[in-house]
């Protein structure tokens, strides 16, 4: 199978979402701002890009903060830190020739002069972009990962994932069913329950917002929990918790139910039950594993292309969609892998 490359236009100005404000809890369209530039040049060893798909991530919220973090903020009035798919214009390094599709670091613009720390993959598979930047971007590769390096799946271990109908979610559902677990999904409306047991193959799935968490979850989880693969943190992480088999294996993956870090949210404590149920609770990073991304990438375009994994994407058009985009991972509004075709 064939994809035949995008047609690109070459602007004659490079537009960046600079961000210009320091966020307080989610990011809102006010903290960027659209700014035209001259169209960069690469020196010996960079490559110029022009960026086809920018991808949306709840990672960047952490990007834009001045909080304590894994990776520094961006500084105010540079453009806005992003992954992105874009196709080589003009290369003056030898890894790297004209025509070449990039994922990598390339930033919500136009263009982006890159170095090779800054690619992470070519993104050659036959696949259409939008699937490659949903696969292969963070999201397919930290579903991939984390739940094999922190979850260690066993055939028969029933499986708990929240947002389970996004894009790490859902992926992270369909390799665990793959992988023999039984699998619950908890997601946050009634289409979304239904599109996790119908698309993403979840044994059974909840609302999280209206159902009964505590008894509605012990109901399809008669046997307790062995794996919870969490992306939300807060009163879920605290109630599923509460349902782990002894030797069970938290993942945390992401915090998206916290609003912010600053005062520090309280709540149970929790140090009981990772005592008394001896439990593995592991924080996972995906950027930490970089070295692992070409084997993941291609394990997940063949399961994309045998049929084993499917992929939704939610495409929004014209980089001045960018500003408001993140808002939207966090009202639940998006369906599929969030990204911008520009
Ligand atoms: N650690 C890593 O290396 C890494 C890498 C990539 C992603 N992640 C994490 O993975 C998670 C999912 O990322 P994604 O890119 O796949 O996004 P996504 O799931 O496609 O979109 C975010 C989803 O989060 C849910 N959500 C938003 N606010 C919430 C709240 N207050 N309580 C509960 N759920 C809420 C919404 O789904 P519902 O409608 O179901 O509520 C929303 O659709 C994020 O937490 C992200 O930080 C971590």
């Known amino acids: 199978m064939t994809v035949p490359l995008p047609s690109y236009d070459l602007p004659a100005t490079n537009r960046q979402v600079q961000l210009v404000r320091r966020p307080q809890g989610v990011p809102l369209a006010e903290d960027f701002a659209l700014s035209t530039q001259a169209v ?29 973090n894994y990776a520094s903020p961006v500084a105010l009035g540079s453009p806005m830190r992003a ?15 004209a025509g070449d599709c990039l994922y990598g670091f390339f930033g919500w613009q136009d263009y982006a002069v890159a170095t090779p720390d800054q690619i992470i993959l070519k993104a ?39 947002t389970a109908a996004g894009s ?12 023999g677990c039984h699998t619950i999904g908890l997601t946050g409306s009634d289409d979304k329950v239904a599109r996790c047991q119908s698309r ?71 140090e009981r039950e990772i005592m ?3 439990l593995t609770w592991s924080g996972f990073i995906v950027l930490d594993h970089r070295a692992r991304y070409a084997q993941a990438a291609d394990d997940m375009a063949r399961m994309a292309l045998d049929g084993t994994l499917v992929y939704d994407t939610h495409v929004l058009h014209g980089i001045e969609q960018a500003p408001k985009a993140l808002s939207l991972l966090y009202s639940g509004g998006n369906h599929g892998k969030l990204m911008i075709a520009v």
């Open 276 to 278: 008394t149920r001896r």
């Open 40 to 68: 960069p040049s690469p020196r010996h060893g960079e490559v110029l890009i022009r960026n086809l798909l920018l991808s949306v991530d709840p990672a960047q919220r952490g990007w834009a903060s001045a909080e304590a």
């Open 124 to 162: 050659h598979h036959p696949l259409p972009l939008e699937a490659q930047l949903a696969l292969f971007g963070i999201s397919g590769i930290t579903a991939y990962l984390a739940l094999t390096l922190c979850g260690r799946p066993q055939a028969g271990d029933t499986l708990v994932v929240s």
């Open 83 to 97: 992954l992105a798919i874009g196709m080589v214009v003009e290369s003056l390094c030898p890894d790297y020739q």
């Open 168 to 179: 790490v979610g859902s992926f992270v559902g369909q390799l665990g069913k793959h992988m």
């Open 200 to 270: 993403y193959g979840y044994d059974q799935a909840l609302n999280y917002k209206t159902a009964d968490l505590a008894p509605d979850l012990q109901k399809l989880a008669p046997q307790g929990v062995d794996i919870y693969f969490d992306n939300t943190g807060g009163p879920i992480l605290d109630t599923v918790l509460r349902q782990m088999n002894v030797a069970g294996r938290i993942v945390q993956c992401g915090t998206a139910s916290i609003g912010s870090w600053s005062p520090l949210p309280t709540g149970p404590r929790n």
